[in-house]
């Protein structure tokens, strides 16, 4: 238990650090906001986030996984397969509840008040990848609990999922550009940085598109792939239409407040009032 900790948390630390160099050297985008506004505010969250993790599950995901595996109850622990391949497919299927608990925090109006939370950074860079509202970490501890116990998923397979999920998210919410050559053939197999933008453009059904976190195709297999912007990569709009303001986007009291404040109301354009999309 204590090594699979510092596993995941050198992990973790590593890849942020690569991506953050790589942003600051090759950096695809201007923050529209001061970025020590926008660090304050997402890295609160992170902290706030293991906190609710620790306090939820003290002991980590891994005892889940034990205990279904002394009871001998999930469909892994039932079906005769090879520890490696039984560690494959978990990830594998670990991938998909994500995939579908990010569909769903996006369609129920109660959980995207808590989603909004990390959409409404107007820029994107590797500390987007952490901003998540701590009852959403909360919820989604939840969500991967209940899919450990009911697939009987290995805890190797726990391990490896957290430490690929963790490094996914901070690697295609970063402030990079992968080449043409790079880029296309990548993104067939995993979630790359210019289709994960999309996900977070100012226009609603962009933003209801390429839910992936690490692999791509559950958005092609269920039919939410988006593969190019309408204004293109570099023409796109991040973040929240709401939130397009510094002062309701960023802040620590702000961010934690979020999901139970009204959504701010925008100025209606010249030939009428705006059409409010969610609720």
Known sequence: MQNEVWLRMGSFILVLAL?????????????????????????FLVLCGALTGRLLVPAGLAVV????????????????????????????????????????????????????????????????????????????????????????????AILIFEIVLNASAVFNHSNIKLPNWLETPLRKVIVTQAMHRIHHSQVVT???????????????????????????????TLGLKEYNKENNNTGISTVLLMPFRQIPKQMPPKNGSPKNERS
């Not at 933003?207 to 976190?213: E, K």
Request: hydrophobic share 50%; net charge neutral; charged share 20%.
């Open 19 to 43: 991506m953050m160099i790589w942003e600051a050297v090759m950096p695809n985008r201007v923050s529209p906001v001061a970025r020590y506004k926008r660090w304050s505010s997402n890295f």
């Open 65 to 156: 996984a034990i205990f279904a595996d002394e009871q001998q109850f999930g469909v892994l622990n039932r079906v005769p397969v090879p520890e490696w391949a039984a560690v494959a497919l978990a990830v594998i299927a670990l991938d998909c509840l994500i995939y579908w608990q990010h569909r769903v925090f996006h369609r129920v109006p109660l959980l995207w008040r808590l989603h909004r939370v990390h959409h409404a950074d107007p820029h994107l860079d590797a500390s987007t990848g952490l901003r998540f509202h701590p009852i959403e970490i909360a919820l989604s501890l939840g969500v991967k609990g209940l899919g450990i116990f009911l697939l009987g998923v290995p805890v190797m």
């Open 206 to 236: 962009e933003t209801d598109s390429n839910f992936g976190f690490c692999l791509s195709i559950w958005d092609r297999l269920f039919h939410s792939y988006t593969h190019e912007a309408k204004a293109g990569d570099d023409g796109l």
